[in-house]
Every structure is written in structure tokens, then in C-alpha cells.
Antibody
């Protein structure tokens, strides 16, 4: 069965960096686009970044230039390198599998990132 | 980017009643690539509907999606206790993929 497990969240100070990981299993990882979606406390969902199966990437304006999405197909793992973190980056970060027909059909459980001094 | 506007913000209904949730796009959603997600407190969102009207695997038939172009509807025919949650629409026909702000369906 498909499983996505995020890790790497925690409490960090403003201006610092953090790397999130998403370990995938149960499907051919390299065949799918993979997404990071975040949800600030009490707020809605925001698509942050996507890396397609061909390696092309797209970022939301809110994180462009600060966050980097990458993948290691040999390890079935998705990453999000987050730099220059700000208070408004505080959120639960989800990874999700993307499909052109099904949209985001599988999600991880999320990992909480808190940016605070 | 395509902006999705959901209405109402909150829907107060009783179990057994019918719920109708609206999602309006700022421009045409390509190929009717519109999905609906359900999110309960403390949980990740779960896919309900894709391609505007197709139910995801395991989703009961009381959930139905309809619409095309810029106007979409999620209907829950008879609310069960487990259906009280927040619902999000999302378009995936044009990059960047975007979500609506959500509709909370609460128990009246």
C-alpha cells in the first residue's frame, strides 16, 4: 500500500534552515510528481512546491528563492530544504503524491515546523 | 494563478440533511481538473472527488461532485456524523495548483 512519511520538523529560530524529508513506499516513486503542501495553524492549504517525474520544479511565490524541492529516486525520498525561515512559515508540512488525473491522491501525516525566537 | 472561492464559509446542518458546497474559479479550470478534499481535525486531507465528478476509491456515493468551467458543486446527499469536517476544492489543470479557502460543515 502507498505510504508517505514526513520527518524533519521542529522548532527553529527565524533566519535559520531546516530540511524536511518524505519517505515513500508502495509505488514507483520515480513515475510520479511529488508535492509539498503546508497548512498554517487554523488556516487553509497552500501548495508550496512540486517536482515532476522529469525533474522539473515549480514553487509558490511565497517560498521562491528560499525553499528548494528535490528528490532521490534511488531512495524513494522527497526533500524540502527551507532557508531563511520566517514566522509565517510556521505550519504543518505535508508531502503528497501528484497525479494528472487524480490530483493529490495520497498524503503523508504531516510534520510541524515552528519558527520562533 | 487561478483563485478558487468557496462558499459558504461555514454550513450548519443536522445529520441526515443535504449539504451543498460551492467552488468558483477566477478562470476556466482546464479539463475540469477540479478535486475536493475532506479534512478532519488533526488529520491530513483526504481525496473525495477528482475530475470534478469522479469519486475516489472507497468514497461513499452520498458524495457527488458536479460542475464545469468555473463553477463546481460538492453535494453530500445525507450527512452522516463522520461527514462534519472542512472541505477544500482544488484545481490542478493549471500551474500553480491552488486550493480554495475551505468550507466548514458543522453540526447544527
Amino acid at each position: 500500500q502507498v505510504e508517505l512519511v514526513e520527518s524533519g520538523g521542529g522548532v527553529v529560530q527565524p533566519g535559520t534552515s531546516l530540511r524536511l524529508s518524505c519517505a515513500a513506499s508502495g509505488f514507483f516513486f520515480s513515475n510520479y510528481g511529488m508535492h509539498w503542501v503546508r497548512q498554517a495553524p487554523g488556516k487553509g492549504l497552500e501548495c508550496l512546491a512540486v517536482i515532476w517525474y522529469d525533474g522539473s520544479k515549480y514553487y509558490a511565490d511565497s517560498v521562491k528563492g528560499r525553499f528548494i524541492i528535490s528528490r532521490d529516486n534511488s531512495k524513494d525520498t522527497l526533500y524540502l530544504q527551507m532557508n531563511s525561515l520566517r514566522g509565517d512559515d510556521t505550519a504543518v508540512y505535508y508531502c503528497a503524491r501528484g497525479d494528472d488525473l487524480l490530483s493529490l491522491d495520497y498524503w503523508g501525516q504531516g510534520t510541524l515546523v515552528t519558527v520562533s525566537s | 494563478e487561478i483563485v478558487l472561492t468557496q462558499s459558504p464559509g461555514t454550513l450548519s446542518l443536522s445529520p441526515g440533511q443535504r449539504a451543498s458546497l460551492s467552488c468558483r474559479a477566477s478562470q476556466t479550470v482546464n479539463s475540469n481538473s477540479l478535486a475536493w478534499f475532506q479534512q478532519k481535525p488533526g488529520q491530513a486531507p483526504g481525496l473525495l472527488i477528482y475530475a470534478a465528478s469522479s469519486r475516489a476509491a472507497g468514497i461513499p456515493d452520498r458524495f457527488a461532485g458536479s460542475g464545469s468551467g468555473t463553477d463546481f458543486i460538492l453535494t453530500i446527499s445525507r450527512l452522516e456524523p463522520e461527514d462534519f469536517a472542512v472541505y477544500y476544492c482544488q484545481q490542478y489543470g493549471t500551474s500553480p495548483w491552488t486550493f480554495g479557502q475551505g468550507t466548514k460543515v458543522e453540526i447544527k
